[in-house]
């Protein structure tokens, strides 16, 4: 089975930074597109990003553009997402996923973020 674990969450400031984490293992990571998706409180599912298996080709919703930025080290089989400029609507549980889009598959328990002054 997909082994997802999420973790680098945490309170922030309006306007902070965080970097996410995912492990990956028990498939072949280096391969495959990989996607961060959020749910916030009360509201349903948001893809966020996903990037190829190489790590070139990035994609990014249009509420997280100029902002966060999908990488992955695949010789560490992580997946990384920089978030910046955080905003308070930021807040939300973070999940990766293996696949693209908001129908990606996720494995974890997700990290949670909580922007707040």
């Known amino acids: 089975d997909v082994q997802l674990v999420e973790s680098g969450g945490g309170l922030a400031q309006p306007g902070g930074s965080l970097r996410l984490s995912c492990a990956a293992s028990d498939f072949r990571f280096s391969t495959a597109v990989m996607t961060w998706v959020r749910q916030a409180p009360g509201k349903g599912l948001e893809w966020v990003a996903s990037?190829?298996?190489?790590?070139?080709?990035?994609v990014y919703a249009d509420s997280v553009k100029g902002r966060f930025t999908i990488s992955r080290d695949n010789t560490k089989n992580i997946l990384y997402l920089q978030l910046n400029s955080l905003k308070t609507e930021d807040t939300a549980r973070y999940y990766c996923a293996t696949g693209f889009g908001i129908n990606a598959r996720r494995g974890g328990q997700g990290t949670e973020v909580t922007v707040s002054s």
């Open positions: 990037i190829n298996g190489g790590g070139d080709m990035p």
